[in-house]
Nanobody
């Protein structure tokens, strides 16, 4: 059974940084493209960053140049470095595969205050 556990969220002032982690178990992590998603209150979940098995990355326009995704296949972990955070980045952040989604983890709350 695949399990995803996100961590690293918290309360930060606008302009600050956070680093999120997502540990995967029960799957061959290295063969899947992975992504970070977020869901703000009252909004649909959106994909904000992806990293392929060859470590090519892609970002949604609102986070481009501020967020950076990386992966450590030896640790079955994907990271999201978030810099220059804005109030509108406030959301619950989740990781999952880009394709062949599995059960969502509990997510990690990121709250950015002005």
């Amino acid at each position: 059974q695949v399990q995803l556990v996100e961590s690293g969220g918290g309360l930060v002032q606008a302009g600050g940084s956070l680093r999120l982690s997502c540990a995967a178990s029960g799957t061959i992590f290295s063969i899947y493209d992975m992504g970070w998603y977020r869901q703000a209150p009252g909004k649909q979940r959106e994909l904000v960053a992806t990293i392929t098995v060859t470590r090519n990355t892609n970002y949604a326009d609102p986070v481009k140049g501020r967020f950076f995704i990386s992966r450590d296949n030896a640790k079955n972990t994907v990271y999201l470095q978030m810099n220059s955070l804005k109030v509108e980045d406030t959301a619950v952040y989740y990781c999952n595969r880009v394709n062949y989604l599995v059960a969502w983890g509990q997510g990690t709350q990121v709250t950015v205050s002005s």
